[in-house]
């Protein structure tokens, strides 16, 4: 599974917007959309800690 895969998989697990997902990692609703989409390649820090950041949350209650 690469990163884009694995990124939509955890916002999708913990039902977030494009846009709450990018204000956890602290970035913006277009860059987890191109990320997302595989049209951002971020640097293997950034893909690790934002991949951490989001799989030690819980999912929003329904």
Same mark, same amino acid.
């Given at each position: 599974m690469n990163f &884009?895969?694995?990124?939509l998989s955890e916002?999708?697990?913990l039902g977030l917007?494009?846009?709450? &997902? &990018?204000?956890?990692?602290?970035?913006?609703?277009?860059?987890?959309?191109? &990320? %997302?989409?595989?049209?951002?390649?971020?640097?293997?820090?950034?893909? %690790?800690?934002?991949?951490?950041?989001?799989?030690?949350?819980?999912?929003?209650?329904?």
């Amino acid at each position: 599974m690469n990163f &884009a895969q694995q990124l939509l998989s955890e916002r999708t697990r913990l039902g977030l917007t494009q846009a709450e &997902a &990018a204000g956890i990692l602290k970035t913006s609703a277009s860059w987890v959309d191109k &990320a %997302e989409r595989n049209q951002r390649a971020p640097h293997i820090l950034m893909r %690790e800690g934002a991949l951490s950041r989001l799989k030690n949350l819980k999912p929003k209650k329904p």
